[in-house]
């Protein structure tokens, strides 16, 4: 057995299959091209259309090394990171595929001269597995005749396995399935966990079989293979390591997180975890940022945020209370960045895992606390709708706190957390990493028989077409009726496909069937329909027509989300990349990478660069070239857009002035005249690092502007009325001097000018009533309490006394006091409750804090909040209990 580097392996392998005839197919990102899927968690992802059948691959026979990410869902590796010698969030799958060419009599002898003659494994160290059948299919016998009798390896090296082990899919309840076969690495006697001893390192999928409706299984006409082998575990062998983290894949960064944190490695077990997890993480963190995603409380941004703040949290326990992970992507970049280019751009990647840290450092510590009364409690379950106040008040995932809670051999109740986060919809629910193959398999059906449906609306807006097939709820049918639904598939249409961001067309086919939208499966167009009178059948010959003032006002919002995407690119830079966009009749919203807002003077010059092209009527030329020659000519691809070898490529410009070049698939103007103007309406932050924008253009940016002249004439009355309301507050108030003053100083009458002069009348009038509250809690001053303990409390009676008031009285009283705490509750016109504490400075280090204080008494009425040693505040709930409340907490002082 030979040592290998990680970049010999995966050489190796794709020279390898290159050699027996496979394509070398580029790994896909890790947002996959799937609605079901949360993230790319095996190989053979990006391959689903062809097992389908939805798509004509242009090879029968594919090599892959594929970028895979397991986090969340029932296929996640999370809670074993670390804890075993090889289970990670990410990993590279490799892989070799057939679509309907070869299958186990040539699979099975390529994985053994792979194993043993390139890898140089010893054979008497390998053992493989094979399905032993069961009441439902028999016992492959066909694989295990190829070990035996082909490969020559003796029964002892082969062991029969049942479903649950080596038996793949379907993936859902019908669909492609079949026997495996896998390939282990016995590591030795040393091992003790079998699991750990023997190394599943390649598992060989025989797509043989599909499941029907009934339940029943029968041969498939063309029969798939699907195999994927782990890089790291092939590494951990060939470099004889104990685990996968001493691999040149991880070691350097794992050398980097011991050094950055000060703890060396093999120190204790408990450091070494922690050292391992920041390792897996960072790793992964850093590919899923370069791949575009961002952190936020969705999807795929949860499990970035999730890792984040997991990694940082080991940190913590290593005694790292500041920000340090950002300083780590560099390191992962310089051992992959060679393979993988989207890494190259650290300070990009360093950004939003830094803005991540900053922001969980600003409530960890809080959170501690909180979940630290939780542990504290009796029993070994904690409250889901605890943990998810957790999560949502101090932005700690649920991954996290069952972390720690198992660490103090407690659970978390996930079922009452699920309940309690559904109820917020804050958590996306798309968790899984399962392949759905079978939501599609109808539009597989149909291309099979029907082929690709011809587009013809680049050109034009009406076509002449024939019904191939009707659905309806997912089954083919013959005919829609009068007040039915479904999708119509045409062999030809003039109907845009919902794609690149681009809303899909809406219309009408002949005169009785409205077109509400259209998507598009691998090349079929679907359009969703509503019947309105009569009836529509397979066969029938039909007249389409699109809605040509939707399409038009679409045209102008694709046209300038590209002017307004060079614009980005010009002020910000050309490190600035999309991260997606939405596209249709009343707006264009666009999604940018930038670790900031962007400043007002800059929004004015997008708006000023995007209007002049606009201004300088520039022709809009598109191009069909190869997608390598689109590259070459500087062409930008959009993000989340899938691309064949043939591309459409948008320039818009002339000799002297190119505004952009985009590769698109989507419909456009043929000059930037005819967008007439652009404006943009809101910019905002939607994850760390991710900027959006919303705009306006054409008849779209006219609606928008006399809409905003409404809304301006409208906000200007109210104002008015606002005003008379406040002047009539001031008179009584004995503000009438003041008043005039403000009059005077803001004469004019236009929406600006009044709320400034609202701001500061409401400022003047919140001064006055600060200073009668002041007033009214100085009155009971004579209430002081001298306790037995030395300490003197006064309890305010409950009252709309404001928080600037209490603020004041509390500080001043504070300022010399000795042995004093006061306890004033807030109580608004509209039933909002507070209460707020103070404490002396010299009862501080007895032990004696208002945070402590204040919580006790907001907890009596459901409350809770925090604050400083010397002056803190609770929201309350239950205004019933104030008076409970306030006694509960004399006791508590009077027991200090």
Not at 228 to 244: P, S
Not at 545 to 573: N, Q
Request: aromatic content about 8%; charged content about 30%; proline content about 3%.
């Amino acid at each position: 057995m030979n040592f290998k580097t990680s970049k010999e392996i995966r050489e190796s392998w794709v020279k390898f299959f290159t050699s027996k005839g496979h394509k070398h197919v580029k790994s896909s990102s890790l947002i996959p091209d799937n609605p079901t899927l949360l993230l790319t968690g095996a190989g053979m992802v990006q391959f689903v259309p062809y097992f389908l059948g939805l798509k004509e691959s242009e090879f029968k026979k594919a090599v892959t090394i594929q970028k895979c990410a397991r986090v969340g869902g029932k296929d996640s590796d999370l809670e074993n990171i670390g804890r075993t010698t090889r289970h990670h969030t990410y990993f590279e799958m490799l892989g070799n595929f057939s679509f309907g060419d070869y299958f186990k009599s040539e699979v099975i002898p390529w994985a053994w001269e792979y194993v043993t003659e390139v890898l140089g494994l010893p054979k008497d160290k390998l053992i493989v597995s094979v399905f032993a059948g069961d009441e439902i299919t028999p016992f492959d016998e066909e694989a295990y005749d190829i070990w035996i009798k082909k490969v020559g390896l003796p029964d002892s090296q082969i062991k029969k396995m049942g479903r649950k082990d080596v038996f793949w899919g379907p993936p859902g309840p019908t669909g492609p399935c079949g026997p495996c076969s896998e390939i282990y690495f016995d590591r030795g006697p040393e091992f003790t966990d079998p699991d750990e001893r023997y190394l599943e390192i390649w598992n060989l999928v025989f797509m043989q079989l599909e499941k029907d409706e009934e339940g029943k299984f029968k041969p498939l006409a063309k029969k798939n293979i699907d195999t994927g082998a782990g890089l790291e575990r092939l590494a951990l062998i060939l470099q004889n390591k104990k685990n996968t983290f001493e691999t040149d894949l991880l070691m350097p960064i794992l050398n980097a997180v011991s050094e950055l944190t000060k703890t060396p490695y093999e120190r204790d077990e408990k450091s070494d975890l922690s050292l391992k997890i920041i390792t897996d993480h960072i790793r992964c963190i850093s590919f899923l940022i370069g791949d575009g995603v961002r952190p936020s409380n969705l999807g795929r941004g949860y499990v970035l945020r999730m890792l984040i703040r997991r990694a940082a949290r080991f940190g913590y326990l290593l005694g790292m209370k500041n920000p340090f992970l950002y300083k780590l992507p560099s390191v992962v970049s310089e051992n992959y960045s060679e393979f993988y280019p989207e890494l190259k751009d650290v300070k990009m990647i360093e950004d939003v895992v830094k803005q991540e840290e900053e922001k969980f450092s600003e409530t960890i510590d809080r959170g501690l606390i909180f979940l630290d009364e939780l542990l504290s409690k009796s029993g070994s379950i904690i409250p889901g709708d605890a943990v998810f106040d957790l999560y949502s008040t101090y932005g700690f995932p649920v991954e996290l706190t069952s972390d720690i809670a198992q660490e103090k051999n407690k659970n978390v109740d996930l079922d009452a957390f699920e309940k309690a986060k559904d109820k917020h919809s804050e958590v996306s629910n798309k968790d899984t990493f399962s392949v759905n193959m079978t939501d599609k398999r109808v539009y597989g059906d149909v291309l099979k028989e029907h082929g690709e449906t011809k587009f013809l609306g680049y050109t034009d807006e009406k076509c002449e077409a024939m019904v191939l097939a009707i659905i309806s709820t997912g089954q083919k049918v013959e005919k829609l009726k009068e007040g039915e639904s479904g999708e119509i598939i045409l062999n030809q249409t003039v109907f845009y496909a919902e794609s690149g961001g681009q809303v899909g067309d809406s219309g009408k086919i002949n005169s009785n069937v409205s077109v509400l939208g259209t998507k598009k499966y691998e090349g079929l167009f679907s359009h969703s329909v509503e019947i309105k009178s009569g009836e529509i059948k397979v066969g029938d010959k039909v007249s389409c027509e699109i809605d040509s003032v939707k399409r038009a006002r679409t045209r102008h919002h694709h046209s300038v989300t590209h002017l307004l995407h060079s614009s980005l690119r010009k002020i910000f830079g050309s490190a600035l990349q999309q991260a997606g966009s939405e596209v249709d009749e009343n707006k264009t919203r666009f999604d940018f990478t930038l670790d900031r807002a962007a400043k007002p003077e800059e929004i004015e010059k997008i708006e000023s660069m995007v209007n002049g092209w606009i201004d300088l009527k520039l022709p809009v030329e598109c191009k069909e070239l190869t997608f390598d020659e689109a590259i070459k000519t500087g062409a930008l691809a959009f993000f989340g857009d899938k691309y064949g070898d043939i591309v459409r490529v948008i320039k818009m410009g002339d000799t002297k002035e190119v505004a952009s070049v985009e590769l698109c698939g989507g419909t456009h103007i043929k000059n930037t005249s005819e967008i007439g103007g652009f404006k943009i309406v809101k910019e905002s932050s939607i994850a760390a690092g991710v900027r959006r924008i919303e705009a306006v253009a054409g008849e779209a940016l006219k609606e928008y502007l006399e809409g905003k002249k409404k809304e301006e004439e409208v906000k200007l009355n109210q104002l008015i009325t606002e005003d008379n309301n406040l002047k009539s507050e001031f008179s009584k108030g004995d503000l009438s001097n003041e008043w005039e003053e403000l009059t005077k100083k803001f004469s004019e009458v236009s929406v600006k000018k009044l709320q400034e002069k609202h701001m500061e009348a409401k400022k003047l009038i919140s001064k006055a009533m600060a200073s009668t509250n002041i007033e009214k809690l100085k009155s009971q001053e004579d209430k002081i309490e001298k306790l037995s303990n030395g300490i003197s409390i006064l309890i305010a009676k409950p009252d709309n006394y404001g928080s600037e008031a209490i603020k004041t009285f509390i500080e001043g009283k504070l300022k010399n006091a000795k042995g004093e705490i006061y306890l004033v509750t807030d109580l608004t016109e509209e039933g909002k409750l507070t209460f707020y504490s103070g404490v002396s400075s010299d009862l501080i280090p007895k032990g004696i804090k208002a945070k402590d204080i204040v919580n006790k008494v907001a907890e009596v009425t459901g409350g809770r909040g925090g604050g400083k040693d010397n002056f803190a505040q609770a929201g309350g709930k239950d205004t019933s209990k104030i008076s409970e409340a306030l006694n509960i907490g004399l006791e508590i002082i009077k027991l200090i």
